[in-house]
């Protein structure tokens, strides 16, 4: 019962704040307008921030749960929860300062590498020794390396990166309405269920993960299809941090994580080989996405995202009652899933477009910045005060 009040909690908070938060990005004028980029699917110019909510409704209700809940902290430390939200913090700064500056890669990426320091630092699985093994013993990670003066552990470096990855896997997620704050959903409910799993049994770790479900469920009422606001650069990486941090928290619950996220991880790591194949920089956007492929075969935005959200589902669930040999048979069934999905996406766009000769072939989309591009300037003008004329509030309500 505790459980559902916090993530009714949560619920509420995040419902109530996204109204707030689209109401100051307004007036900040931090929003996506649909002529920065051809992969702009959008129709207006649209919030973002959106993150801003879903960290405050976070960060509000795991305050009043530190509080009234009392924690066993001998059990969860208390730098553990610091090392949290210190750490969301950083991620809304960086977040919302790319938003409204448009930060180039070379600087944007400095924020997630300190808020995954910063968990690394709080202790967040360094103590880690072990990992599991479905095919025999477990494997010892507590070797200790010194680099000049500093002494780190390998299981600290692997946080860190498992962090990043999780961190630019959601970030580079958010392309439809609803998609990255639906999954993280999801995975929140995954995690929250395997908390509670007799052979886990962690419930300070569920409160979290069913804190920050609540606090996405209540944001995604505004980010489904139509989406009037967006979760940014801040809730795009905050999702994918917390998904992170959990499983760590959990014991290294990693392929746990991987089958929720297994999709997006894979679609992912396979644009960012291709960008590098292609000479072209991994971190600048595109089409080549597997959420993309499917709207240009003719699914709509909602069974897009809906056809991902099933597929996270159940692969995510099941993992929750699979042991370590069951989740690997889980996370190859998964593999060849994603095989089957870009393959038949290819052929029937090369079906549909018969006269393309190379599907793989690479082409640049270079991000237009409305503050320097006169051009888009004018438009973007032209939507605020299309906006402005029609009432900003009924913009916001809607």
Same mark, same amino acid.
């Given at each position: &019962? ?16 996204? @109204? ?12 996506? #307008?649909?002529?920065?980029?051809? %992969? ?7 919030? $973002?921030? =959106? ?39 950083? $991620? &809304?700064?960086?977040?919302?300062? +790319? ?5 180039? @890669? ?9 808020? /995954? ?18 095919? =025999?013993? @477990? ?5 200790? #390396? ?5 002494? *780190? ?9 498992? !962090? &990043? ?41 569920? /409160? ?58 894979? +679609? ?5 080989? %291709?960008?590098? *194949? ?42 929750? *009652?699979?042991? /370590? ?15 089957? !999905? ?27 910045? @409305? ?9 973007? +003008? ?15 309500? /809607?």
């Amino acid at each position: &019962m505790s459980h559902l009040l916090w993530f009714i909690v949560a619920l509420a908070l995040s419902a109530s704040l996204t @109204p707030l938060v689209k109401r100051l990005t307004f007036k900040l004028k931090v929003l996506d #307008f649909p002529a920065s980029s051809p %992969r702009k699917i959008h129709k207006n110019p649209t919030p $973002l921030l =959106g993150g801003l909510a879903v960290f405050s409704a976070f960060l509000i209700t795991l305050i009043a749960y530190i509080i009234f809940a009392k924690p066993n902290f001998n059990i969860i430390p208390f730098k553990f929860f610091l090392g949290i939200i210190l750490g969301g913090l950083v $991620l &809304m700064l960086g977040g919302s300062l +790319d938003d409204k500056f448009n930060l180039p @890669p070379k600087y944007s990426w400095l924020f997630p590498a300190a808020a /995954s320091l910063i968990i690394v630092l709080s202790g967040i699985g360094v103590g880690i020794k072990f990992i599991s093994n479905p095919f =025999g013993a @477990p494997l010892f990670i507590g070797h200790t #390396f010194s680099l000049l003066t500093f002494n *780190f552990s390998l299981s600290a470096l692997l946080v860190w990166l498992w !962090l &990043m990855g999780m961190i630019y896997t959601t970030k580079f997620l958010d392309g439809l309405d609803g998609l990255t704050s639906g999954i993280a959903f999801v995975g929140g409910l995954t995690l929250f269920a395997l908390s509670l799993n007799e052979r886990v049994s962690q419930p300070i770790t569920a /409160s979290l993960a069913i804190i920050f479900a609540g606090s996405l469920l209540g944001f995604l009422i505004y980010n489904f299809h139509p989406a009037s606001i967006f979760l940014g650069e801040a809730g795009s990486t905050f999702a994918g941090f917390m998904l992170g941090v959990l499983a760590v928290i959990l014991g290294a619950k990693i392929a746990t994580a991987l089958l929720v996220m297994g999709i997006p991880i894979m +679609d992912v790591a396979w644009v960012i080989v %291709r960008r590098i *194949f292609y000479k072209a920089s991994p971190f600048l956007g595109d089409r080549r996405h597997l959420h993309y492929r499917l709207l240009d075969i003719g699914f709509s935005q909602k069974q897009a995202v809906l056809t991902l959200y099933g597929i996270s589902a159940i692969f995510g669930f099941t993992a929750v *009652f699979l042991q /370590s040999l069951g989740k690997l048979i889980a996370l190859v069934l998964l593999f060849c899933v994603m095989i089957f !999905l870009a393959i038949a996406t290819v052929m029937v766009y090369k079906r549909q477009h018969p006269h393309l000769k190379d599907l793989f072939e690479y082409k640049a989309e270079k991000a237009i910045d @409305p503050v320097r591009s006169p051009k888009l300037k004018i438009s973007a +003008d032209d939507s605020l005060s299309h906006l402005t004329s029609n009432g900003i509030d009924d913009n916001i309500k /809607s």
